[in-house]
């Protein structure tokens, strides 16, 4: 009995720790996509976006991520290609990408490479409130950072590289 008490125990404890430990999203839009053929549904980074993807892997150096999520675009992952990342998992469903994120990552440090239509999206779906009312085509160089404890999220927001609205 007095084992099964210390299990227990121990148990709830580190359902608790696990619980009330913070989890930090990454997220950012893909760089800049080569504009060149208007057909090409799949482009690969300009070069612009190349040296952009540069920019956010000096800007995030010192993060060590566990894992990253890219839509099956070559443009959001040619954005990761720059950070050193153990693995990159396609997603296309929102809800579910937030789902796992909470689920299986818990107190670890995850990077979303997102299109403009769907990066504050994923914020909501964190449990964030969107920091901007909407990102536009041209908006490249803003990344968010969520913090994200049990029901509650945090959003920070920045800029990275050169700003594209010069």
Do not use: C
């Not at 430990?21 to 090409?40: C, F, G, L, M």
């Not at 099956?72 to 296309?92: A, C, E, N």
């Amino acid at each position: 009995m007095k084992k099964l008490f210390v299990f227990l125990s121990l148990t709830l404890l580190f359902a608790n720790i696990i619980s009330a430990q913070t989890t930090t999203v990454w997220i950012i839009r893909h760089a800049e996509k080569d504009k060149s053929n208007p057909q090409d549904t799949n482009p690969n980074l300009s070069d612009e976006g190349k040296i952009r993807a540069a920019d956010l892997a000096k800007y995030l150096k010192k993060v060590k991520f566990d894992v990253a999520f890219a839509t099956p675009t070559k443009r959001t992952h040619q954005t990761l290609d720059s950070l050193v990342i153990p693995k990159v998992i396609d997603y296309k469903d929102i809800k579910s990408l937030a789902d796992s994120i909470k689920t299986n990552y818990v107190g670890k440090t995850v990077i979303i490479a997102g299109h403009s239509n769907t990066v504050l999206e994923i914020i909501e779906a964190l449990g964030g409130k969107r920091p901007k009312e909407e990102l536009t085509d041209d908006d490249y160089d803003y990344i968010f950072e969520v913090s994200v404890k049990e029901d509650k999220a945090k959003v920070k927001m920045d800029q990275y590289g050169r700003p594209h609205h010069l």
